[in-house]
């Protein structure tokens, strides 16, 4: 088939990958791929002006020059060849080793001059100047017996003694003449010496230790009554230590303790009950059944006896049991998720490509996690439960680029908001984004927008949460280090149990949404940004700024925060289309939506690319004519700023409603808009309606403004407050959102106290 139409495939190891060619191009990647990567005339002058004073000139300091050029017109003359660098054998991040010339024939010509006047590199010796080693010389095989300072003292098998001065010894080897062998026996002796050290523990070795001063001490003349050992004892270590020299050339070896291989270590069951016992604990205890090791056994037991075999007791099952491995037994038995803490780490002995990137915006981590706080209506005062917090964050400075607050679960709205403020704030999208399994990076919209700016997205493992530490271990010092602080948090909710009602975080809320995200964007564009990282040694802020200066800000790849691209990151059909029908306009999601443009007669009964507001449903929008028109919905009044959320809910209501009396499921708008209207709507929509003001008033990435939370409270809702309401507000009345004095000073005083740890992360 792929020869049909013209195409192949080649299967190529990863041994066969030029992994510094390939990360070089990953860097130039930006470059690369603009189509005319723009150099002033002036920069590139003194560019080449530089290389050409120092050919061959380092990275490191082209890149100290920058007073009339930046890093970006450096890699953009790498990228149009206007300068020579070698891709193929040198890294680019490697500033200071990395070699830039002016053309390749200037590389050649260095090339050629380190070759012709390199000086000539002996290769390593592969003699092993110690008493006992073996050489070849000129044939004849001789044993090194003695090493001096400037003499070696050479045996030959005539068992004829030669002396060398060392000068010499080392020429001979330089010529050739002498060169190193292991002969097969001394390397069985050798083998055997390093079997026994290697298998001595630590008080063995103090043994042959203490016996091996006596030896040396008779051996050099003295007497038994000397040592306090016995006469006899003294005379075993002697014998021990002369048959170990004559045996292996060296008499400490026997010196060693041979205690621990004494007795009897044959296994006295037959090797039938033993197979038999370890397919027991295999095939009956390592499942996930999950048996008792003593029911199986007693199965075992009446197996062996009705087959005669004799009966293992119950701890030598339990030891066969012990022996298998720890992981393999958790696998079995509980999952691979169980398993994942005792499965064995992979140690990287060559780093290919580095598992955070070489620059900032290379590789960022994208995910959702739900705060350990309860929130309160800003108008009601009425518990409105926890938040969720969705991230951006930068693997290589560790830096906050964006994030996103909100009552709603994690959903394909959270990420696009998430993307449209990182790209409001820094005017770009990481190349890379890596994110866990969930729905809400698999959805279209997620997907579309990023092929739409030539992103890539990796999806880690799942159930294995060290792939995401990055992300997860910042939530975990983000709730540890600020959340909890705060009145309401709920980390005494671990243990449930033990809560009474005068403790229930629920009963002592008087966050906001609106004043937490004030908070929150205090906390990680401030706080967090300028605080010392244990990993990178420097805040995440220090680290951004000074990689960036040496890897280029890529202006080139930067996005335009305009309408096009705010409708990029609005949902659409599932379809993507919807068809204009004459006289009612596009139908999406239960609703018609139009506008005088779709009387147009080259767009009806066509079918034309639309998009909705998921926090405005009034709206809609409809590409026509190369740009995007805005549609009324046929029930605006009713839908105007109700959230998409708030309308599944009706949905999924009336559903319900409807199986239960036996209708069809079919639900049509305007029976979600008589059940929005209706009495019934205020108990089931009420807290998602006040959820959804509070996200709006907190939402930054929208109108591009901030909220003002002194306009939240109507003199009507004043009214309608109760006792606890009004209890609330007057807990709020010193905390002013302009003046912020508690905040102020909480923060103020967590940083004197250095309670802004930044834990260790990979």
């Known amino acids: 088939m792929p020869k049909k139409f013209g195409l192949s495939f080649r299967i190529r190891s990863s041994k066969s990958i030029n992994w510094i060619y390939q990360r070089n191009i990953r860097f130039l990647e930006d470059y690369l791929l603009d189509e005319i990567p723009y150099v002033s005339t002036e920069a590139t002058s003194i560019i080449k002006k530089l290389i050409n004073n120092k050919p061959s000139i380092m990275l490191e300091d082209l890149l100290k020059d920058q007073a009339s050029f930046s890093a970006d017109d450096i890699y953009s003359l790498m990228a149009i060849n206007e300068i020579y660098v070698d891709i193929n054998n040198y890294l680019i991040i490697d500033f200071d080793k990395f070699p830039i010339f002016l053309n390749k024939q200037t590389f050649d010509a260095y090339q050629n001059l380190e070759v012709a006047f390199k000086p000539i590199l002996l290769k390593p010796s592969n003699v092993d100047i110690q008493i006992g080693r073996k050489v070849n010389w000129d044939g004849n095989v001789c044993t090194i017996i003695n090493v001096g300072e400037n003499v070696l003292t050479l045996l030959n098998n005539n068992e004829e003694v030669s002396e060398l001065p060392r000068l010499v010894f080392e020429n001979l080897i330089k010529d050739g003449s002498i060169k190193g062998i292991s002969g097969h026996i001394e390397t069985e002796k050798e083998l055997e010496i390093n079997k026994i050290i290697k298998s001595a523990n630590e ?3 103090e043994e042959a230790n203490k016996r091996y001063y006596v030896v040396q001490g008779m051996l050099n003349g003295g007497n038994y009554s000397d040592f306090e050992p016995k006469e006899r004892t003294i005379r075993d270590w002697l014998k021990k230590y002369r048959d170990a020299e004559n045996l292996y050339g060296n008499g400490y070896v026997g010196l060693i303790s041979n205690r621990k291989n004494q007795g009897n270590r044959v296994r006295r069951f037959q090797q039938e009950v033993i197979d038999l016992m370890k397919d027991y604990i295999i095939n009956d205890y390592e499942t996930i059944i999950q048996k008792k090791a003593f029911t199986v056994y007693r199965t075992f037991k009446q197996e062996c006896k009705n087959k005669g075999y004799s009966v293992p007791s119950f701890n030598t099952f339990l030891e066969e049991v012990d022996k298998r491995s720890t992981h393999i037994k958790t696998l079995k038995k509980q999952g691979p998720k169980a398993a994942y803490k005792t499965e064995p780490v992979y140690y990287e002995l060559s780093m290919t490509t580095p598992r955070h990137g070489d620059r900032p915006f290379e590789i960022c981590h994208i995910d959702h996690t739900e705060l350990d706080i309860q929130l309160i209506c800003s108008e009601t005062g009425e518990n409105l439960g926890k938040p969720w917090v969705s991230i951006m964050i930068d693997a290589f ?15 394909y709205r959270s990420c696009m908001m998430v993307m449209r403020e990182c790209v409001k704030r820094h005017s770009r999208l990481p190349d890379t984004i890596v994110v866990d399994g969930g729905k809400d990076f698999q959805s279209v919209y997620f997907d579309t927008l990023l092929a739409r700016y030539g992103k890539r997205k990796k999806v880690r493992p799942g159930a294995k949460p060290r792939f995401g530490t ?23 909710m671990k243990n449930f149990r033990q809560v009474t009602k005068e403790v229930n975080p629920i009963n002592h809320a008087i966050w906001t949404l609106e004043d937490l995200n004030f908070m929150l964007e205090r906390w990680y564009y401030e706080v967090y940004d300028n605080t010392p990282h244990s990993t990178i040694g420097e805040s995440p802020r220090e680290t951004y700024v000074k990689r960036i200066a040496k890897t280029g800000l890529r202006k080139n790849t930067f996005i335009r925060y305009d309408e096009i691209f705010k409708m990029l990151t609005l949902p659409s059909t599932r379809k993507g289309t919807a068809k204009v029908i004459a006289g009612q306009g596009v139908k999406i999601n239960y609703f018609y939506y139009y506008s005088e443009i779709l009387l147009h007669p080259d767009v009806e009964g066509k079918s034309i690319p ?3 507001d998921p926090f405005n449903m009034g709206i809609a929008y409809a590409y026509i004519n190369n740009y995007w028109a805005e549609l009324t919905s046929e029930h605006y009044a009713v839908l105007e700023n109700r959230t998409e959320k708030e309308i599944k809910m009706v949905t999924s209501e009336l559903r319900k409603r409807k199986k239960l009396l036996g209708l069809k499921k079919d639900i049509s708008s305007s029976q979600i808009v008589d059940f929005m209207e209706s009495v019934e709507e205020h108990e089931v929509l009420m807290k998602q309606r006040l959820r959804d003001k509070a996200v709006k008033n907190s939402l930054t990435v929208i109108d591009g403004g901030k909220s003002n939370t002194k306009e939240l409270k109507s003199s009507k809702s004043v009214q309608k407050k109760g006792t606890k309401e009004r209890k609330h507000e007057t807990q709020l009345e010193a905390v002013k959102p302009n003046e912020k004095p ?3 000073s909480i923060l103020d005083e967590m940083k004197e106290q250095n309670s802004f740890m930044i834990y260790k992360e990979l």
């Open 610 to 612: 639309v998009r909705y």
């Open 397 to 411: 400075s560790r830096r906050i680029m964006a994030y996103y607050l909100t009552y709603d679960p994690p959903s």
């Open 470 to 492: 990055v992300c997860e271990r910042h939530f975990g010092i983000t709730n540890e280090m600020f959340i909890h602080n705060l009145l309401g948090n709920t980390k005494i």
């Open 203 to 205: 008080k063995d070795l």
């Open 742 to 744: 508690l905040f102020k």
